[in-house]
């Protein structure tokens, strides 16, 4: 079965650093993805991990430890407008995606 | 590129009716393509996925009967809520995947069904 988890909400000052935490347990593993959502919108990209280590785009950062079945997305330098839904998905056998509740992210000033 | 339309945006019907919503990929060849649904504050739930010429694959405790999926050419996915009821009131998104493009998904901008 699939079983991924992150936190519901979360809450952080503009300007800050907030880091995201997901844990997976997938039969098959080809790849972590996180997605941004607004509301009332599609997911966007945000970024894709299939090795350990970690990614760096911008303000946006990704981890992940495969054996600890682990990843992390860290915002920089926190903006308005990054107050959004935060989807970690994982693409596991046959390449599907299942994707984790979401975590609600609120930037305040 | 790997842009992915979807239409109507929006869709208000009568309970009993039965909705279109279709899916195109705009400057990619989409071998595969997902349809999702998501409820208010609740992430993705996959209902089904579809490869060009063949049937859909639907997920467990989807409807095949309600939820009909096809997918006729490489560019478009069609889904039909058919008898619609409140219940099925829910944000559609759907995703596409091409060959050469790994396995990302690119997602449609998403359809809001409202059913009265």
């Known amino acids: 079965g699939q079983n991924i988890d992150q936190p519901t909400e979360m809450t952080a000052t503009e300007g800050a650093i907030v880091q995201i935490n997901c844990t997976y347990q997938?039969?098959?593993?080809?790849?972590l993805f996180w997605y941004q959502q607004h509301a009332g919108e599609a997911p966007t990209f945000l970024s894709y991990n299939v090795l350990d280590g970690l990614e760096e785009k911008g303000r946006f950062s990704s981890f992940l430890s495969r054996s600890k079945g682990y990843s992390y997305l860290l915002l920089k330098e926190l903006q308005m407008k990054d107050s959004a839904s935060y989807l970690c998905?994982?693409?596991?056998?046959?390449?599907?995606?299942?994707f984790g509740g979401g975590t609600r992210l609120m930037v305040k000033p | 590129g790997a842009v992915v339309s979807q239409h109507p945006s929006r869709v208000i019907c009568k309970s009993g009716t039965s909705v279109k919503i279709e899916c195109r990929s705009l400057d990619f060849q989409a071998t595969t393509m997902f349809w999702y649904r998501q409820f208010p504050k609740q992430s993705l739930m996959l209902m089904a996925t579809s490869n060009e010429g063949s049937k859909a694959t639907y997920e467990q405790g989807v409807e095949k009967d309600k939820f009909l999926i096809n997918h006729a050419s490489l560019t478009l996915s069609t889904l039909t809520v058919t008898s619609a009821h409140p219940e099925d009131s829910s944000f559609y998104i759907c995703?596409?995947?091409?060959?050469?493009?790994?396995?990302?998904?690119?997602f449609g901008p998403g359809t809001r069904l409202t059913v009265l």
């Open positions: 997938t039969s098959g593993f080809n790849g």
């Open positions: 995703s596409a995947r091409g060959p050469g493009r790994g396995n990302e998904q690119f």
């Open positions: 998905a994982v693409s596991g056998a046959g390449n599907m995606l299942t």
